[in-house]
């Protein structure tokens, strides 16, 4: 079955913008973790909701893993304390096999929105957030090792039929920057009404693709402050004037791309995580991918003209098999 894209929030003036709180936007509070008193959380500690990392790793109980996550007081956005400088790391094995479940790479660098416990499962992704936004912007800046890639994603979700559905995504690649730069994640929604329980924010310092992609590398530093969120009002999401169908959607053994309104080149899936699995070339605005070797699960897809320019993003799914 056909479905298609509909639409994408834009960025809106600052006549009509508002702004929605992020839980510890400005990276102010940190407590120590009281699993591993070496290491700070952007956060008030386990169990609570707000900035988290897998620094808990750095302990003799979880592997012994470098920590990733640090308080930052001398490389900070003007008017704020801290900021959060992620470093890209390499897990040990022991540290890696109790992670690994949660699709994290034995490489990482990571901050995101959630909960983590120390116990049991651990590990939930997601704050609670309730606006529709049209972007997320942050201020950043980042030193890569050698020509190491970082990236920002963003992803709403809503709660209803028993499970937890997405509502909206936003994936951005972060280029290098010596000084603080402003961020955008434009954020594409499947409906033009809803809103959301529940958004996931998460920072790669290191390059998260896979497949064809550069493999992540550890000692690239991304520095990340100020984070706030757009607010747009539903009469002002526009559509892409290039439309793009995916299908069938959910995809089992392919999934077909055909493009109208412009002349499209390349089309890279991500998974939700923001690591990239392939990128393809498209002819005469059609494409067939074999999704036989991808997991179950959802992805993220970019069309981009000759030149670069991104005709549409979206996203599909690929059911079990």
């Known amino acids: ?72 007081a001398s490389v900070v956005y003007p008017g704020s304390t801290y900021s959060a400088r992620i470093e890209s790391v390499v897990l040990t094995t022991a540290s890696y096999g109790i992670i690994k479940s949660y699709g994290i790479r034995d490489t990482m660098g990571l901050l995101f929105t959630g909960t983590v416990t120390g116990t049991g499962s651990g590990y ?100 990340v402050d100020n984070v706030s969120s757009i607010v747009a009002g539903i009469d002002n999401i526009t559509a892409y004037s290039t439309n793009v169908s995916v299908y069938p959607n959910p995809a089992s053994t392919e999934v077909n791309f055909r493009v109208y309104g412009q002349n499209a080149y390349t089309v890279d899936v991500f998974d939700i995580t923001g690591q990239k699995v392939n990128s393809y070339r498209i002819d005469n605005n059609v494409l067939s991918v074999n999704t036989q070797v991808y997991s179950t699960g959802l992805y993220l897809y970019r069309v981009y003209d000759k030149t670069g320019n991104l005709l549409n993003i979206g996203k599909f799914s690929v059911a079990g098999k």
């Open 1 to 72: 079955m056909k479905k298609q894209l509909l639409f994408v929030a834009t960025l809106l003036t600052a006549a009509i913008a508002s702004h929605a709180q992020i839980i510890n936007a400005d990276f102010s509070t940190w407590t120590t973790n009281s699993l591993d008193p070496s290491v700070m959380d952007p956060n008030t500690g386990l169990g609570t909701t707000g900035w988290w990392e897998f620094n808990l790793l750095n302990s003799s109980s979880f592997g012994s893993s470098p920590a990733s996550v640090f308080q930052d």
């Open 124 to 223: 939930k992704p997601g704050e609670p957030f309730t606006q529709r936004i049209g972007e997320l912007d942050f201020e950043y800046q980042y030193v890569p090792n050698g020509k190491d890639t970082a990236y920002a994603l963003l992803i709403l979700t809503h709660y209803s039929g028993g499970k937890s559905n997405q509502l909206g995504v936003g994936l951005t690649k972060i280029p290098p920057a010596a000084s603080w730069t402003l961020g955008k994640i434009p954020v594409v929604y499947d409906s033009a009404t809803g809103n959301p329980d529940t958004v996931l924010v998460e920072f790669s310092a290191t390059s998260p693709f896979t497949g064809g992609g550069p493999l992540p590398i550890a000692g690239s530093k991304l520095w």
